[in-house]
């Protein structure tokens, strides 16, 4: 008779202090549903936008729409950061500890996808579901990851960058050089936060102030002819690679709105490209991965040129898993659905790094 597995216990975080929050609680909540109870134990546990920890003990289906809190019991929790003793700490009186056996973060943005997180795992010895620490930061920094693409022979679009309090003369310098169209970005967010398009002077200044609500740096980037695709990895040592996929937009730019709603924009997968334009992205996206030292997943997003340029535009190392998620898609389209890649990216979590 074959022995049974045993059933690990994974810590599933969701929330954050992050303007991704929302996003965050879709994405868990599809987590939470696809995950297989015949190999894993889920312990979720919610971060308020305020930073509170919360044992959740509610259902799944309640974690959309932010209502998570009233639909289910809710614990005040903690973490004891013994390295290879680390607990979840009730913070009820009870004195309770329920262990773990990796961490899995379903965090977007920054306090949750850029790094931090992760360095309170690692520094406490747990193994967890994704990127660790200095990917994490170096996928969430644009400029730095633009940097380490080109090193590994990827291109990448002309920028500048700029820190809080950089006079307003040198930033429409750049512009200048840049030329119009343009977009202004923060250095370090995600979801297309404080990211705006600008397409002559007069909105530059209105498009700065934005991108710096967001962070202490800001990227002008010139706009780059053609349409965004984008590549699933998934792995360690041996990487398997999504199927490509392509964003349609019949206006603007890929923006938050659009990202979780599609009103005017259309995604194909795979993309409508010859099969080897898509091996070359493909190509491009593991050059990219490894350039970041990513592990277990991470979705890499590019440009397609109409001369045929393959651009980098950034890593998502905690992509979106919702219902309109490009990842999930993207490895569906190659035969591995979403309980499946779960599954997998659960075990890659668990393997040493």
Not at 18 to 31: G, I, K, M
Not at 131 to 153: E, F, I, N, W
Not at 267 to 277: F, L, N, T, V
């Amino acid at each position: 008779m074959r022995k049974a597995e045993t059933v690990q216990t994974i810590l599933v975080l969701f929330g954050g202090c992050s303007t991704e929050h929302e996003v965050s609680l879709q994405s868990a909540a599809a987590v939470l549903e696809h995950i297989d109870p015949a190999r894993f134990r889920a312990l979720p546990v919610g971060i308020t936008r305020e930073g509170r920890w919360l044992r959740y003990l509610g259902p799944a289906q309640a974690l959309p729409g932010g209502k998570w809190q009233q639909a289910g019991p809710c614990v005040p929790c903690t973490l004891t950061l013994d390295r290879g003793g680390c607990r979840l700490l009730w913070l009820d009186g009870s004195g309770q500890k329920e262990a773990f056996d990796a961490a899995f973060p379903v965090l977007h943005g920054k306090n949750g996808e850029d790094g931090t997180i992760q360095g309170l795992f690692e520094l406490a010895g747990v193994p967890v579901v994704g990127c660790g620490v200095l990917p994490s930061a170096l996928a969430m920094d644009k400029d730095r990851a633009h940097k380490l693409a080109a090193l590994a022979g990827v291109a990448v679009p002309e920028s500048a960058v700029f820190a809080r309090g950089a006079a307003a003369a040198d930033i429409h310098a750049a512009a200048e050089r840049l030329g119009w169209p343009l977009f202004v970005k923060p250095v370090r967010a995600g979801s297309s936060f404080g990211i705006s398009r600008v397409e002559g002077p007069a909105g530059l200044d209105a498009a700065v102030r934005e991108a710096f609500c967001h962070d202490g740096e800001i990227l002008l980037e010139e706009a780059v002819p053609g349409f965004e695709v984008g590549c699933a990895v998934l792995g360690n040592d041996a990487l398997t690679v999504g199927a490509v996929d392509e964003i349609e937009l019949s206006e603007g730019f890929f923006n938050y709105e659009e990202k979780y709603t599609l009103k005017t924009s259309a995604i194909h997968c795979p993309a409508r490209i010859p099969a080897e334009k898509a091996a070359e992205i493909q190509a491009a996206a593991r050059a990219v991965y490894r350039a970041l030292g990513c592990r277990v997943f991470a979705r890499v997003d590019l440009f397609l040129t109409p001369d045929g340029r393959i651009v980098f535009n950034e890593v998502n190392t905690i992509p979106g898993f919702t219902a309109h998620s490009r990842y999930p898609s993207m490895m569906k389209a190659i035969g591995l659905d979403f309980g499946t890649l779960i599954t997998r990216m659960i075990e890659l979590g668990v393997q040493q790094a």
